[in-house]
């Protein structure tokens, strides 16, 4: 059974730091597109950035520049750096392949001060 097991959620200060991390038993996890996405009150799921499997990667223009996204092939983890947050970065962040697997709950990320 797949499943994606995502850490690192929490409140910070508008200008602050997260790091998201996500630990998934997809096999031949290293081949596939991994992303993580967010969902912002009121608004659509949005992917956020990808990694894919042979290791590029693409990163939203809202936080292109603030958010990194790597991955770690021998350890089945995605992870995504967030520096200087803002107010608009609240949401809940998703971990998933692309195309996606069932998802999961995801985790909170508030952004205030």
């Known amino acids: 059974q797949v499943q994606l097991v995502e850490s690192g959620g929490g409140l910070v200060q508008p200008g602050g730091s997260l790091t998201l991390s996500c630990a998934a038993s997809?096999?031949?996890?290293?081949?596939?597109?991994m992303g993580w996405f967010r969902q912002r009150p009121g608004k659509e799921r949005e992917y956020v950035a990808l990694s894919l499997g042979g290791g590029s990667t693409t990163i939203a223009p809202s936080v292109r520049g603030r958010f990194t996204i790597s991955r770690d092939n021998a350890e089945n983890t995605l992870h995504l750096q967030m520096n200087n947050l803002t107010l608009e970065d609240t949401a809940v962040y998703y971990c998933?392949?692309?195309?996606?697997?069932?998802w999961g709950q995801g985790l909170q990320v508030t952004v205030s001060s």
């Open positions: 998933n392949r692309h195309p996606p697997l069932p």
């Open positions: 997809v096999g031949a996890f290293g081949f596939h597109t």
